[in-house]
Each structure stands twice: as structure tokens, then as C-alpha cells.
């Protein structure tokens, strides 16, 4: 990793920058600025990686958590400039070492296929017995 890299937790100030990290994928393009705003208020627990030269937001992810019983990490992403740099390796770390997530009996994560052997190297496996997920999709109001 080139740049210097900084971890931030707060980031009700960063809108902008959760925005255009998730008009790179797929399964959040279409995220609004209020429903962002709205999520950030309602996530105690958020991970934000800050290029320190620049001052731009390269990753983040969040996790809903218990913190006894379940905790599920969600929208783990890198910039598509800086994917390769180990900054996903950094933005898992950093949410395991949280005593939120520590202390969890269960901690899971959403992924697609092509992305389970990079989540391998913490333990994580898709073999999870008879479990299922399930969805029940509504209209955004």
C-alpha cells in the first residue's frame, strides 16, 4: 500500500464518498443520499478507510451486531481505483478486532460467489449447514 491509509469511524460527513463507492457496485447504484444519510444514523458500528493524502474515501463496510449472539458485516467495498492494494484484507481486520464483532457468537456476511475465497482466509465458509437466506423484497417507499 502506497498512500497512507486512515481509519475513520465517523462518517456522517462522508456521504459523498459512501456514494461513489456504491455507484461502483452493482447491488448499491441505486442508494440515495437521504437513504445513506438515514443508514448511517441508524449503524452504530461503521469502518471507513481515508486515503490521508487526498483525503478520499477508499473503503468502507458496517455491521449490525448484538454483540453477543449475531453480528453480520454488510457493503464491504473498495474503490475500484484501489482494489488490488489490500484495502478489503484491511476493512475485514479492522471490523473482526471490533469487541462488538469479537464478542459475537456468529458472525456472518453476505457475498457473491466470485468473492467466498477471499472471505476463506478469516474462517468464513458458505457451508452453513440447512440454513437459507431468505428475503422478503418490498418497494421502496
Not at 42 to 59: S, W
Not at 88 to 110: D, H, K, Q
Not at 112 to 118: I, K, M, S, T
Request: hydrophobic share 40%.
Amino acid at each position: 500500500m502506497g498512500a497512507e491509509i486512515q481509519v475513520v469511524r465517523d462518517l456522517n460527513e462522508r456521504i459523498d464518498g459512501i456514494l461513489d463507492l456504491y455507484a461502483s457496485a452493482w447491488w448499491a447504484r441505486t442508494r440515495s443520499r437521504d437513504d445513506v444519510r438515514l443508514m448511517l444514523s441508524r449503524t452504530e458500528h461503521k469502518v471507513g478507510l481515508v486515503d490521508a493524502h487526498t483525503d478520499q474515501l477508499v473503503g468502507f463496510c458496517r455491521v449490525l451486531t448484538d454483540g453477543v449472539f449475531q453480528a453480520t458485516i454488510l457493503d464491504v467495498i473498495v474503490h475500484p481505483s484501489r482494489r488490488g492494494e489490500g484495502l478489503g484484507e484491511r476493512l475485514m481486520n479492522e471490523v473482526l478486532r471490533m469487541p462488538e464483532v469479537l464478542n459475537a457468537a456468529s458472525v456472518e456476511l453476505v457475498c457473491q460467489p466470485d468473492h467466498v475465497r477471499f472471505y476463506e482466509r478469516w474462517g468464513f465458509t458458505d457451508e452453513v449447514g440447512g440454513s437459507r437466506l431468505m428475503r422478503l423484497r418490498r418497494p421502496r417507499r
